[in-house]
C-alpha cells in the first residue's frame, strides 16, 4: 500500500517523533502502567504507523464487503440493510412463563428467539429423573416432551420468527421436537429457521455437559447436518462455540483457534459420511464470545473471517462462496460479569456488544446487569435490549461497513491474531497426522486444551490478584454496602407444575406406540443410521426426552464409563 521510500520516510519519521518528542515527555511524568495488554495479555504498543502494515495485500487480506476473503463482513452492505438479529437469551420455570417472557421480548423490539434449558435438559434427564430433583425450571425451560415445546411456541408463529435454542447432549431430541412441532403446525420444513448450538466437541473442550462419549456422540452431530441439508434449509444445525471455551479462560487466540479447529472436525465428519461440502456447509454457524477489550474483539472477529474462507477453500475445496463465509453469533462476556456493583455491568456489556457490531457479528446476545446474581429479572433484560437498539439507532456504528478498517492498529493486530491462530489450528492437525477431526479428538483425550485453557485461565486470575489487570469494583474503587438489585426467583412450585405436566402426557399417550418408537430407535442406532427420522416421529409419540437419551446410553455407553468414572 506504500511504497520502500514512503516506508522508510514513515520509519525515520516516527524514530525521530520517539526519541525528540515521546521519550522527553514520558521521562517527565512516566507512563500509567509498565506494559500494556489486552484482557488475553496480548501487549500492545504505544502507535502504529504504515511500516507496520507495510505486507498488507488489500486485495487478498482485506478485499470488500460481501466479496473473498471477507475479512470486512460477508454481506455487501452489513448493516446498511438490516442490522444484525437481536436475539436475547431466554428461558425459566415451565414451558408457560418462557412463553410469557418470548412474548415480551417481542414486543419490546426483539428479533429473534434465543431458548436457554434447565440442567436436567441439557442433560438429557426427565424432571421426574431422581437427579432432576431441585433443578428443574431453575436456569433454564424445562422441556421434557413435545407438549413443552407445544406451551412454549404458543401464538409465536415459528414460519416467521427464527429461533436459537442453545443445548448440547440432547440437541438432536430438540431439533426432532421443533421439526414435529412445525409439522404438526402445517409449517413447511423449509419455512422453519433458526441454530441450534449442539456443539460436543466444545462440551468435551470446556463446557462439560455430555452423556456418551466424544465419538458417537460426533455422530449425532452429523446425524443433524445431514437431516438439516436434506429436510431444513433454514435451520442451522451447529453453532460451533467458542463462547464457552472463552468463558472457561481461554485468551482471544486459543477461543478463536479451538473454535475454527472445531469447525473443520466437523466438516471433514461430514465429508467422510459422503456429503459434498458445498450441501452442508452454507448451514454452518458459529458463535463467539465478546469480551472488554474492544479492539482485540474487533480484530479477532475480522481474523475468523479470514481464516475461515482460506481454509475452507484451500483444505476442503469448497466451491460455493457460501461455503467459505463465516457467519457468528456474538454474547458478551459472561465471565466479565461481577456481583459487586452490579450496575457496572451495563457499561461492560455496552462495550462488548459494540465490540460486535463493529467486528460484523449476524446476530447478538446482550447479557443483563443482574446475571451474575441471578437468571435476568424483566428490567435488567429490557436495559439489555436497549442497549443494543441504541448501538443500532443512536451511535452511528452502524452506518459505515467495518468502520476499524484500515486501522494502523487493528490490522496489525488481525494479522497477529490470525498468525497466532493458525498456529494453534496447524498443531491440532499435526496432532491428528493431517486431519483436524482426528486431532481434535486426540485433544480431547490428552487433556491438551484443558492444560491450554487452564494455563491461561491461571495466568488471567494471578494478574487480577496482582492489581495488573484492573477489574472496577472488585480490585479497584470498590464500595462497602449491599449493591444487589431486586433478582428474580424461580419458585419451587415450578417443579411441581412441570411435573404434573409430565405426569399428565404419560397418562395420555400410546403407551404401546411409545415402545415400538424406543424399539425402532435402538435398531437406527444399532445399524448405524441416521437417527434424526427416527426421533421425529419418536416425539410424535410424545417419548420424553430421558427414555431418548437412556437409549443412547445404552447402545454408546456413557462418556463417564468411558473414562473409568462411575
Known sequence: MYDEDDLASIREARDEWESETRDPFVEKGGERKDRFATVSNHEVGDLYTPADVADLDYESDL????????????????????????????????????????????????????????????????????????????????????????????????????????????????????????????????????????????????????????????????????????????????????????????????????????????????????????????????????????????????????????VMSEWYDAGDERSTQLKFHTQTAGQSLTAQQPLNNIVRVTIQALAGVLGGTQSLHTNSFDEALALPSEEAVTVALRTQQIIAEESGAADVIDPLGGSFFVETLTDEIEAEAMAYIEEIREMGDGSVRDGVLAGIDEGYYHREIGEASYEYQSRVEDGEEVVVGVNKYDTEGDTRPDLLHVEDEVQDRQLARLESVKDDRDDAAVEAALSDLRETVRDGDNVMPVLVDAVKEYVTMGEIMDVFAEEYGTYRESIGVM
Open 63 to 310: 478485499g470488500f464487503p460481501g466479496e473473498s476473503p471477507y475479512t470486512r463482513g460477508v454481506y455487501p452492505t452489513m448493516f446498511r440493510g438490516r442490522t444484525w438479529t437481536m436475539r436475547q437469551f431466554a428461558g425459566f420455570g415451565t414451558a408457560t412463563e418462557t412463553n410469557e417472557r418470548f412474548h415480551y421480548l417481542i414486543e419490546n423490539g426483539q428479533t429473534g428467539l434465543s431458548t436457554a434449558f434447565d440442567m436436567p435438559s441439557l442433560m438429557g434427564k426427565d424432571s421426574d429423573d431422581p437427579l432432576s430433583d431441585g433443578e428443574v425450571g431453575k436456569e433454564g425451560v424445562a422441556v421434557d416432551t413435545l407438549r413443552d415445546m407445544e406451551v412454549l411456541f404458543d401464538g409465536i408463529d415459528i414460519g416467521e420468527v427464527t429461533t436459537s435454542f442453545t443445548i448440547n447432549p440432547s440437541a438432536p431430541v430438540v431439533f426432532a421436537m421443533y421439526v414435529a412441532l412445525a409439522d404438526n403446525r402445517g409449517v413447511p420444513r423449509d419455512r422453519i429457521g433458526g441454530t441450534f448450538q449442539n456443539d460436543m466437541l466444545k462440551e468435551f473442550i470446556a463446557q462439560k455437559e455430555w452423556v456418551i462419549p466424544p465419538e458417537p456422540s460426533l455422530k449425532l452431530v452429523t446425524d443433524t447436518v445431514e437431516f438439516a441439508a436434506e429436510e431444513t434449509p433454514r435451520i442451522r444445525p451447529i453453532s460451533v462455540s467458542g463462547y464457552h471455551i472463552r468463558e472457561a479462560g481461554s485468551t482471544a487466540v486459543q477461543e478463536l483457534a479451538f473454535t475454527l479447529a472445531d469447525g473443520f472436525a466437523y466438516v471433514e465428519d461430514a465429508v467422510d459420511r459422503g456429503l459434498d461440502v458445498d450441501e452442508f456447509a452454507p448451514q454452518l454457524s458459529f458463535f463467539f464470545n465478546s469480551h472488554n477489550s474492544i479492539f482485540e474483539e474487533v480484530a479477532k472477529f475480522r481474523a475468523a473471517r479470514r481464516i475461515y474462507h482460506d
